[in-house]
C-alpha cells in the first residue's frame, strides 16, 4: 500500500440486477487538439451512466463503457455525446455486453486460476432501498470497511449492516470483493483482442 502498489479494494456490482445493460463504444478521434481530448475525457469521467473508459493506441483511441437501461436509452447518451463534440469522434463502433467475466490474476504469480466473476445476462429489477444504496456507495470503493464501521456511519447495528450486505450478496448485485492493483509498478500492459467468431455452435463458442 505504501509503494502505491495496492491502490485499494473494490466492491464487484451486477448492474443487470437493477436493470441495466452494458454498451461498449469504441472512439476514434477526428483532428482533435490535446485540450478537445482532454475535454472529451473530462466529460466522460462525470458523466453518471459511464461505468469506466480507458485511452487506447491501435485501431482506436478511447473505449468507453457505458450503463443504459436499453438501446433507446443508450442511444441518447450517444446522441448527446455527439452533440457535444461535433465532428470529432469518428469511425465509432458499438458493442452490447451480454456476459462479462473476470479472472483472478493467475499471471501475477505464474499460476492458473479457475475461479471466476461473471455478471450480466437478463436484466431484472431488484428493489432496494435507501440504506442498501448508502451501504453500496461506502463499500464502492472501500470493500474493506467493516459492518461496524459501515454501521457508525449509517447510525446502524452491525448486524443489520451485515444481514444486508449478505442479502445482496446473495441475491447477485455484490459479485466479488478486489484488490485495485497498480500493474504499470509490476510491468503489466493491458492488450485487448477484438475476436470474431464465424459459423460457431453453443459447445464451440
Same mark, same amino acid.
Given at each position: 500500500? @505504501?509503494?502505491?502498489?495496492? @491502490?485499494?479494494?473494490?466492491?464487484?456490482?451486477?448492474?443487470?440486477?437493477?436493470?441495466?445493460? /452494458? /454498451? #461498449?463504444? /469504441? !472512439?476514434? $478521434?477526428?483532428?482533435?487538439?490535446?485540450?478537445?481530448?482532454?475535454?472529451?475525457?473530462? $466529460?466522460? @469521467?462525470?458523466?453518471?451512466?459511464?461505468?469506466?473508459?480507458?485511452? %487506447?493506441?491501435? &485501431?482506436?483511441?478511447?473505449? +468507453?463503457?457505458?450503463? *443504459?437501461?436499453?438501446? !433507446?436509452?443508450?442511444?441518447?447518451?450517444? @446522441?448527446?455525446?455527439?452533440?457535444?463534440?461535433?465532428? &470529432?469522434?469518428?469511425?465509432?463502433?458499438?458493442?452490447?455486453? %451480454?456476459?462479462?467475466?473476470?479472472?483472478?490474476?493467475?499471471?501475477?504469480?505464474? &499460476?492458473?486460476?479457475?475461479?471466476?466473476?461473471? /455478471?450480466?445476462?437478463?436484466?431484472?429489477?431488484?428493489?432496494?432501498?435507501?440504506?442498501?444504496?448508502?451501504?453500496?456507495?461506502?463499500?464502492?470503493?472501500? *470493500?474493506?470497511?467493516?459492518?461496524?464501521?459501515?454501521?457508525?456511519?449509517?447510525?446502524?447495528?452491525?448486524?443489520?449492516?451485515?444481514?444486508?450486505? #449478505? #442479502?445482496?450478496?446473495?441475491?447477485?448485485?455484490?459479485? *466479488?470483493?478486489?484488490?485495485?492493483?497498480?500493474?504499470?509498478?509490476?510491468? +503489466?500492459?493491458?492488450?485487448? *483482442?477484438?475476436?470474431?467468431?464465424?459459423?460457431? %455452435?453453443?459447445?464451440?463458442?
Amino acid at each position: 500500500e @505504501k509503494k502505491g502498489i495496492i @491502490k485499494g479494494y473494490v466492491t464487484f456490482f451486477n448492474i443487470s440486477k437493477f436493470g441495466y445493460l /452494458y /454498451y #461498449r463504444l /469504441y !472512439i476514434r $478521434y477526428e483532428n482533435v487538439t490535446p485540450k478537445e481530448e482532454e475535454e472529451i475525457t473530462d $466529460y466522460l @469521467k462525470q458523466h453518471k451512466n459511464v461505468v469506466w473508459l480507458i485511452s %487506447t493506441s491501435g &485501431k482506436w483511441d478511447l473505449e +468507453v463503457l457505458f450503463a *443504459a437501461r436499453n438501446f !433507446i436509452h443508450f442511444n441518447k447518451l450517444l @446522441k448527446e455525446l455527439y452533440e457535444k463534440f461535433p465532428g &470529432k469522434l469518428h469511425n465509432n463502433i458499438i458493442s452490447v455486453s %451480454t456476459a462479462n467475466y473476470h479472472h483472478p490474476r493467475g499471471y501475477l504469480i505464474d &499460476k492458473k486460476t479457475d475461479l471466476q466473476i461473471s /455478471y450480466g445476462g437478463e436484466p431484472e429489477k431488484i428493489e432496494i432501498d435507501e440504506i442498501d444504496k448508502k451501504i453500496i456507495r461506502l463499500i464502492n470503493q472501500n *470493500a474493506r470497511m467493516t459492518n461496524s464501521e459501515i454501521g457508525m456511519k449509517l447510525n446502524l447495528n452491525y448486524k443489520t449492516i451485515q444481514a444486508r450486505i #449478505r #442479502r445482496l450478496e446473495e441475491s447477485g448485485v455484490i459479485q *466479488a470483493y478486489r484488490t485495485w492493483l497498480d500493474f504499470f509498478k509490476f510491468g +503489466v500492459l493491458y492488450h485487448k *483482442a477484438l475476436i470474431k467468431l464465424k459459423k460457431f %455452435t453453443k459447445e464451440e463458442e
